[in-house]
């Protein structure tokens, strides 16, 4: 199990990470979630021992990571972290790569090793080229396919996905997260992608400045959003009083996101002029107009701009 208890970590006079703790089992995928500069990378970069945490501790099955100060060199044997700079050889073949790290003692089953890597990640039909004449995306296939060569217990990934085309995305996600699962590799994900983080991962920890701002199954977290910062991750959001909906005279607000807002034929208090209609594919996001703020909800069909609709909560 992995425990990570960071009270604080600087670089110089600026404080980047603040009380983070939390634990991760083996095979568990936890997602960071977090817009850019917020310490995602920092996080993955304290844990696998490229940076040194002065103020805390992280530790593996109870053995305190000691940290670049007191390794050679730096990382821990036992995990892997695939960074935004991959790192690929780029005069070698993509089997080659990687296959860099494995035993040689047994030729053959290097090469299945390899073969069912290179299936994972979706290169099979690449393993005889030169990584140099990959794309970006490739490459950065190439450097998880060479993370997992001599499997790891614990796999860092940072942004890992971010290269690729949302085509092959969905299917890469699919097929690499299943086979951390069946291998039981605990993972941590560093990304912006909502989407990613709700689908693939056990538990969602969302960072705001540096510090956890909502921790949590990706249920729990969606569904319990107490502001804008955490909704806005997950989709468009409304703003809106709660007496709109509860007929309370609090001054309460309530976070929506656009599938929690229908049209009704009721005279509600949420009259809108509708503003814009956008395809979405399975349905029309809708912008419209309340007393000067922008509303967002769902709707089946396109609206003609300027007409005006009454909005009710979806029960
Ligand atoms: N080596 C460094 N020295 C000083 N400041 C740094 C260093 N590396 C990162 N920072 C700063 O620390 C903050 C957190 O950076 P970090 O890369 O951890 O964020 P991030 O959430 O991973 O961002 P992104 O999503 O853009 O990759 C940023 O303000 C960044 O400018």
């Known amino acids: 199990m992995l425990k990570v208890n960071i009270r604080s970590f600087?670089?110089?006079?600026?404080?980047?990470?603040?009380?983070?703790?939390?634990?991760?089992?083996?095979?568990?995928?936890?997602?960071?979630?977090?817009?850019?500069g917020c310490g995602k990378s920092s996080l993955l970069h304290?844990?696998?021992?490229?940076?040194?945490?002065?103020?805390?501790t992280i530790s593996w099955n109870d053995n305190i990571l000691k940290g670049p100060k007191f390794n050679l060199v730096p990382g821990e044997p036992f995990i892997k972290l695939v960074a935004q700079e991959f790192n690929v050889m780029p005069f070698t073949t993509v089997a080659e790569n990687v296959a860099e790290h494995l035993s040689r003692r047994n030729m053959d089953a290097d090469a299945s090793r390899v073969e069912t890597l290179l299936e994972v990640v979706d290169l099979s039909s690449f393993s005889t080229v030169m990584v140099k004449n990959l794309s970006g995306g490739q490459k950065q296939r190439v450097a998880l396919a060479k993370a997992l060569a001599n499997e790891p217990e614990l796999l860092l990934l940072d942004e890992p996905f971010s290269h690729i085309d949302t085509f092959r995305k969905n299917k890469l996600r699919r097929k690499v997260f299943s086979y951390l699962k069946e291998k039981n590799i605990a993972c941590i994900t560093a990304t912006h992608d909502a989407g990613e983080a709700l689908a693939f991962s056990d538990t969602i920890l969302l960072l705001k400045n540096g510090k956890i701002d909502a921790f949590g199954t990706p249920r729990h977290v969606y569904s319990s959003v107490s502001d804008t910062y955490q909704a806005g991750f997950f989709d468009e959001v409304n703003k809106l009083p709660s007496s709109l909906f509860n007929h309370d005279n609090t001054n309460k607000q309530s976070i929506l996101y656009p599938h929690q807002l229908e049209v009704t034929a009721e005279k509600t208090e949420l009259q809108v002029s509708v503003l814009q209609s956008y395809f979405k594919g399975s349905h029309y996001l809708i912008l419209a107009n309340w007393n000067g703020e922008t509303i967002f909800f769902e709707h089946k069909a396109e609206i003609p701009k300027g007409e005006q609709l009454y909005l009710k909560r979806r029960d």
Do not use: M, P, T, W
């Open 10 to 36: 600087s670089y110089g006079q600026n404080e980047i990470l603040k009380d983070i703790e939390f634990r991760l089992a083996k095979g568990e995928h936890l997602a960071v979630l977090g817009e850019s």
């Open 46 to 56: 304290l844990i696998y021992g490229l940076l040194h945490l002065e103020h805390g």
